[in-house]
């Protein structure tokens, strides 16, 4: 009994570790494209925003303030604390130029 429990442990922590790497970020280039650059082409952010968002939850998106925290978030996700830090970084100062 107890070393089908450690079996079964080590194949549920296996399943885990394996569920996590397979939560690979997407790419996030397109946060800090340089087509976003002064945040000035609506098309690209409004479709951008309308792809990952939907109708409602894009106008927030549309935003300049939320535009990088949501489009990062979209593409790394809770996991990747840093890299979405790094993304929103290279974003923002990408929408600020």
């Known amino acids: 009994m107890k070393e089908e429990n450690l ?3 080590k ?8 569920l996590k790497r397979n939560k690979n970020s997407t790419e996030q ?4 494209d340089k087509r976003l650059t002064g945040y000035k082409n609506k ?12 109708k409602f939850a894009g106008d ?7 535009f990088c925290i949501m489009c990062c978030d979209f593409h790394i996700g ?3 604390k840093e890299k979405r830090l790094r993304c929103k970084e290279k974003c923002n100062r990408v929408i600020s130029k």
């Open 7 to 9: 079996k079964l442990n």
């Open 11 to 18: 194949e549920s922590k296996k399943m885990m570790y394996l």
């Open 29 to 32: 280039s397109v946060c800090y």
């Open 43 to 54: 098309v690209l952010i409004d479709g951008m925003c309308n792809q990952y968002y939907g």
């Open 60 to 66: 927030t998106c549309k935003n300049k303030e939320n």
């Open 78 to 80: 809770a996991l990747f």
